[in-house]
């Protein structure tokens, strides 16, 4: 028996929050991790509401491999993204994938559209980079910790690892109502993470 793990599989994911994704999509999204070597680590937790987080985020070679992550969990999230990359010619395939485009300078109106958004689905997954970059930060902002609370969602969290060539679906973290003591937690958390660039981390 192959000691090999194994690549993904919608097995890691509750059935209420799978897509209703073709076996293709599914395949797609396998075959391009294990053509670059990377295998997903964990569980999506069986909650009805979740906003997932990932890091650290240093490379447009997230995006990629957090994609393929997607389809071959066949996980049914919306992530946001700069309104800037839902570009023509791309759009429709960005919105398919779950994308929700957000303008940065108005901070109030996506917590209060993502709340509305919550409100409308039985089982949601949201994600984003808590960064908001892919350069260095020294601290993150809180938005997404006011989102969570807003739409009383858990936060899971994901973390890119380059060094072992793994994403990893780890722990949940649920807001204290402190936002710095969590930033503090969270940030700890992905100090066991190695972006791409880690001198960007």
Request: charged share 25%; glycine share 8%.
């Amino acid at each position: 028996m192959s000691d090999k793990p194994l690549v993904v599989s919608q097995q890691q994911c509750p059935e209420h929050l799978r897509a209703n994704r073709s076996a293709f999509s599914q395949w797609f999204g396998r075959t391009i991790l294990k053509l670059f070597g990377w295998h997903v680590e964990g569980q999506i937790p069986n909650l009805k509401r979740i906003l997932i987080i990932g890091a650290p985020h240093t490379s447009n070679w997230d995006f990629v491999y957090a994609m393929a992550t997607i389809l071959g969990l066949n996980l049914r999230l919306r992530w946001l993204g700069k309104h800037s990359i839902f570009k023509p010619g791309v759009r429709w395939f960005m919105k398919w994938l779950g994308g929700i485009p957000i303008n940065r300078s108005k901070p109030q109106d996506i917590v209060k559209n993502i709340a509305k958004l919550v409100e409308r689905e039985k089982g949601i997954v949201i994600g984003l980079a808590p960064e908001g970059t892919r350069n260095k930060v020294e601290k993150w902002k809180n938005g997404f910790l006011r989102m969570a609370e807003a739409t009383d969602c858990t936060i899971f969290m994901i973390g890119m690892d380059y060094l072992g060539k793994r994403v990893v679906l780890g722990d949940s973290f649920k807001p204290t109502g402190n936002h710095e003591a969590d930033l503090a937690s969270i940030m700890d958390y992905y100090q066991r993470f190695n972006g791409k660039y880690p001198d960007k981390a």
